[in-house]
């Protein structure tokens, strides 16, 4: 069975772990993610940046932005999300 377009979304995401710390004294995550049909993109500061620009795409799809915003928060340990 073939998922229709309009359901079917493709993201980008770069990665990379900078060396500086920040004040928690953890190392930070910076990269971009890119929505590949339309070419958004979007400067990542945090993971949790990652989360919410992928669930603007799945809102209204069959999974809600809330409920896939909170699984993918609590499994990448990200804490809850800012948006």
């Known amino acids: 069975m073939e998922i ?3 359901q079917v ?3 980008i995401v770069k ?3 900078e060396e500086a710390i920040d004040e928690s004294g953890k190392a930070v995550w910076r990269g971009y993610v890119t929505h ?3 070419g958004e993109r979007c ?3 945090q993971l949790s940046d990652l989360v919410d620009f992928i669930g603007r ?3 209204g799809l069959t999974v809600e932005r809330s409920s896939w915003s909170r ?3 609590r499994r990448f340990g990200l804490g809850r ?3």
Do not use: I, N, Q, T
């Open 9 to 11: 979304h493709s993201f």
């Open 71 to 73: 699984r993918m928060a």
């Open 15 to 17: 990665l990379r772990l």
């Open 43 to 45: 400067y990542l500061k």
């Open 4 to 6: 229709p377009e309009p």
């Open 57 to 59: 795409y799945v809102d």
């Open 81 to 83: 999300s800012r948006h």
């Open 36 to 38: 590949v049909p339309d």
